[in-house]
């Protein structure tokens, strides 16, 4: 690099890396962005995203996130025109919880985006590397350069060995497989603290033409209860891009659904309710059933070192990933992102200790992802990792609670909304009229049945091939 020329180095483009891009390009002269696998020229399936082929809703409080960070105008709009689905929690979705069905209300409350994965990642590349100067280089980074004081660069695979990259900010944003323990070993930094913990999830996936007359159907779930005593079971019907229905079921260790097209459809029939079954049974399917294991929620507890390198920031996956079944990871990643924008814009690229703020500050709402998701998955038997605590319990009870209030409550409905999207933190929850909300309980019985309209009842009718 010349003298006065800034350069910053993101591992990895996925969602966390490009957000990451576009708010370092706004900081100094030069992004380049590494990653080893092919990039798709549109919003295809790649290689490097395990979960790429299953549900994935951007929750409000990421979506926002990104709205902010996002160059060239809003996000949302964008990915609205390329088909994605918004759905108002208050109305848009029918959900049955381990405490009953959740009612739908005449309040449109926060709204989530669904649609594929594939096309989130390509509407933020394609608009990070149109509307700023970030550049995408295929090749895979092997190890960090510098030492245990500041990172200077990236070591990168070539035909001949090795060269590196020079830059004054390192970001690594290369996902769930990250290298980042070994790469601080080699700077000679160690004793990070590692966690997994493991439901052993599978998930299982099919693409369906969305039926003539159903493009309105609500987004449908029947979600797992992980205090039965048994491996949990879900599934949901999620409207995407392409008049397409994307139907995914998942089970824990012990009730995995299977990957052949009879027993997919005889598992949505088998679970609590068998709305999912009968929904998808007179569909047309688009593909065959797509099966992932990489679920375990694995924390890497960076922000505890004594001792921070300088110039390097891990983001996004690199620092934790969650089961995918609470739809929290991408919008961690756009909030570190975020955090990374406000640290930049305080006291510049240069600033003395920057990357330990931020690596620090990252981990406040990775805690908040990890206590929900690791805080259901310690109930399912055969989790490898965990078990359930005191705190575990006391948690679970209230949760417990508000959940069954919020299926006949309004007011603890809005307050489940606001923290599972993201738009709040747990301590929404704490607040005294939420306490005195959970404490009055559901204020109308409970639901027999999902909460259809006359219309809808007469599609699963219409679909139903199985007797039901």
Known sequence: MTPGHRRAVVIGAGLAGMLAAAVLSDAVDEVVVLDRDDLP????????????????????????????????????QRLLAAGAREIPLGHGMVALTPEGWLRRWRHDGPKMLSCTRALLDWTVRSTVLAHTGAGIRKVQAVGLAGDARRVRGVRVATAAGEEELAADLVVDASGRGSRVVTWLRELGITGVRERTVDAGLVNATRLYRTPAGAEQFPLTMVQSDPYASRPGRSGMVLPIEGDRWMVSLAGSRGGEPPSDPEGFLRYALGLPSPIVGRLVSGAEPLTDVYVSRSTSNIRRYLERLPHWPEGFVALGD?????????????????????????????????????????????????????????????????????????ADRLATSYSRRLTRAATGSYRAAAALWDVTSMRTGPERLLRPDTLLTVLNGPLL????????????????????????
Not at 56 to 74: D, F, Q, T, W
Not at 319 to 347: D, I, K
Request: glycine share 14%; net charge positive; charged share 25%.
């Open 41 to 76: 020229e549109g919003p295809e399936h790649r290689r490097g995203l395990p979960q790429g082929r299953h549900a994935h809703l951007l929750m409000a409080g990421g979506l926002a996130a990104m709205e902010e960070l996002m160059p060239g105008g809003s996000i949302r």
């Open 318 to 390: 690199a620092v934790a990933t969650y089961n995918p079944a609470y739809g929290q990871g991408m919008s961690v990643a756009a909030f570190h992102a975020r955090l990374l924008h406000e640290e930049l814009r305080r006291c510049g690229p240069d600033g003395p200790g920057l990357a330990r703020r931020v690596q620090r500050g990252a981990a406040r709402p990775v805690d908040t992802a990890w206590t929900a998701a690791v805080g259901q998955d310690v109930w399912y038997p055969d989790t490898r990792g965990a078990r359930p605590g005191l």
């Open 445 to 468: 019985p409970p639901l027999s049945g999902p909460p259809l309209t006359a219309a809808e009842r007469k599609i699963v009718e219409e679909l139903d091939r199985t007797g039901g």
